[in-house]
Nanobody
């Protein structure tokens, strides 16, 4: 089992930046595809970024493309989400997720089994 703990959320003004971290324990993340999701009040949970085991492949939906960057640090067993040019619509609880996938093409729609507890991001206008 892998345990995930997010950190780095907070309150930021529109146009600002935040960097989220998700540290893993229990197992090394090297064989896991890693993702960030977010859920705003009264909305469904949405994928915002996913990264392959090697880090060479990433995927972003149009809503965050060009503003968010996902990265991973194997030595620190951590995945990051750098968020720039934040908008009030980015306000949500952000979750990291992990799982072992055999097909990268499935990563954006995969039903991840391991989740962190979430960290709140609030963007003021």
């Amino acid at each position: 089992q892998v345990q995930l703990v997010e950190s780095g959320g907070g309150l930021v003004q529109a146009g600002g930046s935040l960097r989220l971290s998700c540290a893993a324990s229990g197992r090394t993340l090297s064989s896991y595809t890693l993702a960030w999701f977010r859920q705003a009040p009264r909305k469904e949970r949405d994928l915002v970024a996913v990264i392959s085991t090697t880090g060479r492949s990433t995927y972003y939906p149009d809503s965050v493309k060009g503003r968010f960057t996902i990265s991973r640090d194997s030595a620190r067993n951590t995945v990051f989400l750098q968020m720039n040019s934040l908008k009030p619509d980015d306000t949500a609880v952000y979750y990291c997720a992990a799982d072992t996938l055999t097909n990268w093409a499935a990563a954006p729609t995969f039903n991840y089994n391991y989740w962190g507890q979430g960290t709140q991001v609030t963007v003021s206008s």
